[in-house]
């Protein structure tokens, strides 16, 4: 897919992961969707500076129909359809299965999967009907190998791969693309408050002996957007740590 000119929707993009995919679209001259929960700072901003297209921001809660269809609603009078949705927006909420309260499994569940069905099915719908589009969703190793301590956030992301899956299937018949990435530890605030003693036991398992870096993420979505005969796929950013 040629990037320049593309409308790109990306979820959970005003920090870390999600901001640096949308940084690297707008390096290639796309017109750039962010979301988030809060309004990006300026200094966040000011990174776009010097591209084509200055981002646009708009909030919007995912766990909520009623919220999504307003947001969708207001990007479509403003810049017209979405071309590439990536949904990268997640939580985390960590506990050990014997002491997670279900009402905290349910949460994290209604927003890491549940959101992101929210806001992938009428995307997914109008891009059936154009023909054309592509959807990148953001799981993590822990769905394909499970964590503990993490057994919503890795049930939450395994769902993620198999609805990529699902809608791949269904989208590839009328040219719509679906495909996830699966980052492993990687350099954010999330991994910056682990202590140093974690944080070299998960060294010690990540055979290239470092955390990924954002831009190594952003990289591998940029990727599957411009191979139009990736589909289906799940790709792995995690340094060799799973087999």
Do not use: C, W
């Not at 593309?6 to 949308?22: P, Y």
């Not at 990006?40 to 809660?61: A, H, L, R, T």
């Not at 990924?212 to 979505?221: L, R």
Request: no cysteine; proline share 3%.
């Amino acid at each position: 897919m040629e990037i320049k000119d593309k409308v790109v929707l990306v979820t959970g993009s005003t920090r870390g992961i999600g901001l640096e995919i949308a940084k690297q679209f707008s390096q290639l001259d796309a017109q750039v969707i962010l979301h988030g929960r809060n309004t990006p700072s300026s200094e966040v901003m000011q990174i776009f500076n010097n591209f084509k297209y200055q981002p646009i921001f708009f909030s919007g809660d995912i766990t909520s129909e009623v919220s999504v269809a307003e947001l969708l609603k207001a990007i479509n009078d403003q810049v017209g359809d979405i071309d590439i949705l990536v949904n990268n927006a997640g939580i985390t909420a960590d506990s050990l299965v014997m002491g997670m309260k279900p009402a905290k499994f349910a949460e994290l569940i209604a927003t890491n999967l549940n959101g992101t069905f929210n806001i992938t099915q009428p995307i997914f719908k109008r891009m059936l009907k154009r023909r054309q589009g592509l959807i990148i969703n953001l799981s993590s190793v822990v769905g394909i190998t499970g964590n503990i301590g993490q057994a919503n956030y890795a049930a939450s992301k395994a769902g993620i791969i198999g609805l990529t899956k699902s809608l791949a299937k269904e989208g590839a018949m009328r040219g719509v693309r679906v495909n996830a990435i699966a980052p492993g530890m990687i350099d954010t605030a999330m991994t910056a408050v682990l202590s140093e003693k974690v944080r070299a036991d998960i060294l010690e398992r990540i055979p290239l002996k470092r955390l990924g870096q954002p831009s190594e993420v952003a990289q591998t979505a940029i990727f599957l957007a411009q191979n139009d005969y990736i589909t289906n796929q799940t790709i792995v950013v995690d340094g060799g740590m799973i087999e």
